[in-house]
Every structure is written in structure tokens, then in C-alpha cells.
């Protein structure tokens, strides 16, 4: 079953061009909560991710944040100095180094965290039921998960 026509199709029904819209826009009126506590988007994110669980390693974090392995490690070095993270080397694989947060980097994710559910909530209240948010969340999900078996089983155009 086709859900798009070429004759149909443009950004407003477009999968691509909408989340990638809503990011952007998501970001940029977030942004001044990274401002006052002096860390970038993509920093909170790694902090974030490592608070989470989701990534205790330089590769980890370049596949969470779909990141290169260079860019990942670039990023981690900046936070290392900045003294939100560090790294230890694994016990069973002396090649492997584990991140781990630091207590100022667990502050820092935590208080941008806070104040971005605040905001979040603040907009959403704003004409959007719960139950909108509980699907649109789970279709999100959905969607992700489409893409990401897609990319794992290579089914590319």
C-alpha cells in the first residue's frame, strides 16, 4: 500500500521534512537553557546519554548520537576538560575506555534536563492532550524503530 503520490508530496506531509523542522525549532528555542549553563546542544545530549545508560564508551556514543567515532571522541575530549566526564580503562579489555560522569557533569545534564521538561510541558499545554502526546510519542517510536531495522538490514533505495 503506497501513502505518498510524487503529485501529493511536498514538506508538509513530508516524514523527513517535518521532524526534521520540529528539531530544529526544538532547538533553537532551547538553546538559552544550554547558554546559561555553558554547555552546547550536542554536550548535553552525550551527558544526557550517559546518564541515561545508553553509552559507557567513545563507540557507544558515536551510535546513540549518530555521530563518527572521530567526532565522539573529539567531543568527549572537551568534555573531559571541562571536568563533566572521564575515562577509565576496562578491567576485562585494556583497549576499551569507559566514560564515566563526573559529579559536575551529572549536575550540569540533570539542571538542563529539568528546565527543558519544564519548558516542554509549558508548550504542550498549550492546546495538546495528554493522550496526543502519549500517541505521538509511541508513533515517534514506532517510526525510529522502522528506520533503524531498515538501516540494519540495509534496505536502502
Known amino acids: ?9 511536498g514538506p508538509e506531509c513530508s516524514l523527513g521534512y517535518l521532524s526534521r523542522r520540529v528539531h530544529q525549532i526544538g532547538q533553537s528555542l532551547i ?3 544550554f547558554v546559561d549553563e555553558g554547555v552546547s546542544g550536542t554536550q548535553w545530549s552525550a551527558l544526557m546519554s550517559l546518564l541515561a545508560g545508553r553509552s559507557s564508551t567513545c563507540a557507544d556514543l558515536a551510535r546513540d548520537l549518530s ?4 567526532a565522539s571522541t573529539r567531543l568527549v575530549d572537551t568534555m573531559e576538560q571541562r571536568g563533566w566526564v572521564t575515562r577509565s580503562r576496562a578491567n576485562d579489555d585494556r583497549r576499551v575506555l569507559n566514560l564515566e560522569l563526573t559529579p559536575d557533569g551529572e549536575a550540569i545534564a540533570i539542571r538542563c534536563r529539568d528546565r527543558i521538561v519544564a519548558y516542554w510541558n509549558v508548550l504542550l499545554a498549550q492546546g495538546w492532550a495528554a493522550d496526543e502526546i502519549d500517541t505521538l510519542i509511541g508513533l515517534l517510536q514506532k517510526l525510529r524503530t522502522t528506520l533503524d531495522d531498515a538501516l540494519t538490514e540495509g534496505r536502502r533505495p
Request: overall charge negative.
Open 67 to 70: 555521530y563518527d567515532k572521530g
Open 1 to 9: 500500500m503506497d501513502f505518498f503520490t510524487p503529485a501529493e508530496f
Open 31 to 33: 538553546e538559552p537553557i
